[in-house]
Each structure stands twice: as structure tokens, then as C-alpha cells.
């Protein structure tokens, strides 16, 4: 009986484990993608010289990026933090600009979320195990 629930439970790690961590990745492609989407938003207001939009899209990023830090900071990926304390810092540089009216200022607040992204994606953080 005992050998029955020490092989039930070492089955039930075996399989809830990586259950737990392919959802969590499926979690952090959805945010990816949402951060995605709302740089998307976030260029097209600039584009169309819309404050308030831009806001709107920043709002939204931030909120992503936020979730980001926190998602990493738990894996202890220091450098990955860091790229997001630096978006953090362009997307509160970018936000104030736009809400000032200073839309083709805000664009090179633009630059440096995207140049923080891609930062980010060329680490391949997902690739790494926790602390490295």
C-alpha cells in the first residue's frame, strides 16, 4: 500500500510540473503578445498625433511590463530586470511627453522601449534556467 502512494505521488509530480510550467509559459506568450499589440497601438497613436491614445497605450504597457519585471525577478534574472526597470523608465518618459502634447518628442521615448525589447528577446531569458 505505502509503495502504491509513493508511486501515485511521484506520477502526480512527474505530471503536474510540467503541466504548471507549460502554463505558465503559455501565460508569459500571452503577455508577450499583449505587449506586443499594445506597442502596436502605441505607434499608431503617435502616428496619428494622439496624445490621449498614446496614454492609453502606455498605460497598458506599463501595466505588462510591470507583470514582466515581477515574472522575472521571481526566476532571478537580474540583467532581464534591469531591461525592464529600463523600459519602465522610457514608457514614464514616453507617457509624459504624449500627455504633454509633445508627440514628436515621445518618439524617441519610443525608441527606447523598442530598443529595451529587443534587448530583452536577444537575451532569451525563456531559455535560461532561474538565476542565470
Known amino acids: 500500500m505505502r509503495y502504491k502512494l509513493v508511486i501515485a505521488s511521484l506520477l502526480g509530480i512527474v505530471l503536474i510540473v510540467p503541466a504548471a510550467v507549460l502554463a505558465q509559459d503559455d501565460a508569459y506568450r500571452q503577455k508577450m503578445d499583449d505587449a506586443q499589440d499594445a506597442k502596436d497601438d502605441l505607434m499608431d497613436a503617435l502616428d496619428h498625433k494622439s496624445g490621449p491614445k498614446a496614454a492609453e ?76
Request: hydrophobic share 40%; proline share 3%; with cysteine.
Open 57 to 132: 497605450a502606455t498605460a497598458k504597457m506599463t501595466k505588462i511590463v510591470q507583470e514582466t519585471k515581477q515574472f522575472w525577478a521571481a526566476k532571478k534574472m537580474a540583467d532581464i530586470v534591469k531591461l525592464a526597470d529600463a523600459s519602465l523608465a522610457a514608457l514614464d518618459e514616453m507617457n509624459k511627453l504624449a500627455a504633454s502634447g509633445k508627440i514628436d518628442q515621445s518618439k524617441a521615448a519610443f525608441q527606447k522601449i523598442g530598443d529595451t525589447c529587443s534587448a530583452c528577446h536577444d537575451a532569451h531569458p525563456e531559455k535560461r534556467p532561474a538565476g542565470k
